[in-house]
């Protein structure tokens, strides 16, 4: 950071912004943290947010978006790494790789017929920087990929795009669903009972995308009915997850605290974002990755 601002007075803080002056701040770096609508009503010479995380939701839920400043974001830092959990949480369940992981510990030695991905057929709800690296890394395992985007734009490694509003046929008769969709008061519980009973009975759900896009309740039910064979989660609309919650019990579903994009090279990838935003809003002043207000990510 001091070598992308040489001459700035850079300012390192958890949560209690008593510490610091904040009058004379004009930048904010940060995740999308509960005390950042504090941050921002602080700073009255603020004239730019930027986001650690690929996300934007929580600018909406905050009401920062009214403000005269820009607002970016992480996009496609943490795509390959979000792309490469998503392989490995179908992998784990296709394999099932839980089951023999208990029987190791039980010191049981029990065979299965394992299913292939080879000749499968996956949608890809959400073709972002995330959605294409997980299509990308689907390719060579030999499944047949459609995809679901805002405006259906042809992607390379998708046969068939579909727009937002034919979620229903872009999954109907799928076997794998990837969700890498933003949070938005659309996509909101957008994945429910009937996009879930239109995927091939005895499918796999994998969830990388934000809490409340997949619904919880929806996503119970089909894993209790065999519709789904098992899901992978790795966001929820609570987070931490509370303890009570019943997803915690169900059976063939893999929870994990959302790390999929956390990982060693996530800051070093973040700073270049921060450079290159940086360096075009001085040259042209705008922004690379920008929030956008009108769709809302």
């Known amino acids: 950071m001091e070598e992308l601002l040489p001459n700035a007075r850079l300012r390192i803080i ?4 008593q510490l610091i002056d904040t009058a004379g701040v004009d930048v904010i770096i940060a995740p999308q943290v509960p005390w950042l609508p504090q941050a ?3 700073c009255p010479r603020l004239r730019w947010l930027h986001l650690l995380t690929a996300g934007a939701e929580r600018v909406f839920e905050f009401g920062l978006h009214r403000g005269s400043y820009w607002i970016t974001k992480s996009s496609g830092v943490n795509a390959s790494a979000v792309a490469e959990y998503a392989l490995g949480a179908l992998l784990f369940l296709v394999k099932r790789f ?7 510990r039980e010191r049981v030695w029990r065979r299965y017929w394992l299913e292939e991905l080879t000749g499968r057929r996956a949608t890809v709800l959400g073709l972002g920087h995330v959605g294409i690296e997980i299509a990308r ?3 060579p395992f030999g499944l047949s990929l459609v995809g679901v985007s805002r405006r259906a734009n042809p992607v ?16 109907r008769g799928s076997d794998v669903l990837f969700v890498a969709l933003p949070l938005t008061s659309e996509t909101r519980h957008i994945v429910d009972d009937e996009v879930l009973t239109s995927l091939n009975h005895g499918a796999y759900l994998v969830d990388v995308s934000r809490g409340g896009i997949t619904s919880a309740v929806a996503l119970v039910r089909a ?3 065999g519709q789904l064979a098992g899901a992978a989660l790795d966001v929820f ?3 931490p997850l509370p303890a009570d919650s ?3 019990s169900v059976s063939n579903l893999l929870l994990t605290p959302h790390v999929a994009g956390t990982t060693n090279r996530f800051m070093d990838r973040a700073l270049d974002t921060i450079a290159r935003n940086l360096k075009a809003i001085r040259e042209t002043g705008t922004p690379v990755t920008p929030v956008n207000s009108e769709i809302g990510y």
Do not use: K, M, N
Request: aromatic share 8%; charged share 35%; hydrophobic share 30%.
């Open 14 to 17: 958890s949560h209690d912004l």
């Open 237 to 239: 609309e609570d987070e």
């Open 246 to 248: 019943t997803l915690w």
């Open 137 to 139: 890394r689907c390719l």
């Open 223 to 225: 894993l209790d009915s």
């Open 98 to 104: 839980g089951a023999f992981s208990e029987q190791q």
């Open 40 to 42: 921002v009503r602080t």
């Open 156 to 171: 390379p490694e998708v046969e068939r795009v579909y727009s937002s509003d034919r979620i229903g046929d872009a999954v």
